[in-house]
């Protein structure tokens, strides 16, 4: 089985940055698309970057510009680097993950979640 285990959240003053970290663990052969989603109270889960197998990155229209993802394969890492923080990003974070392991096949994993809090 494959775990993933995000880290990195906290209160933060708008303005500031934060950086989170989605580490998995477990049998993983290969990743697929990796994603951060975002979801805050009384809203849906919503997308907020992807990185592609192939490397291309794809951002929410109120993130460009403030978040970069990143990853480490080495590691079995992504990242997810934010600045510029506003009241509006407050949410729970969550990491997704496509990943293939051998004699399993693909398959869908997220974390628990990590909850970000920008103070105004």
């Known amino acids: 089985q494959v775990q993933l285990v995000e880290s990195g959240g906290g209160l933060v003053q708008a303005g500031g940055s934060l950086r989170l970290f989605c580490a998995a663990s477990?049998?993983?052969?290969?990743?697929?698309?990796q994603g951060w989603y975002r979801q805050a109270p009384g809203k849906q889960r919503e997308l907020v970057a992807r990185?592609?197998?192939?490397?291309?990155?794809n951002y929410a229209d109120p993130v460009k510009g403030r978040f970069t993802i990143s990853r480490d394969n080495a590691k079995n890492t992504v990242y997810l680097q934010m600045n510029s923080l506003k009241p509006e990003d407050t949410a729970v974070y969550y990491c997704?993950?496509?990943?293939?392991?051998?004699?399993?096949?693909?398959?869908?994993?997220w974390g628990k979640g990590t909850l970000v809090t920008v103070s105004s």
């Open positions: 990185i592609t197998i192939g490397g291309s990155t």
């Open positions: 997704n993950a496509g990943v293939y392991i051998i004699d399993y096949g693909f398959s869908d994993y």
């Open positions: 477990g049998s993983v052969a290969s990743f697929g698309n």
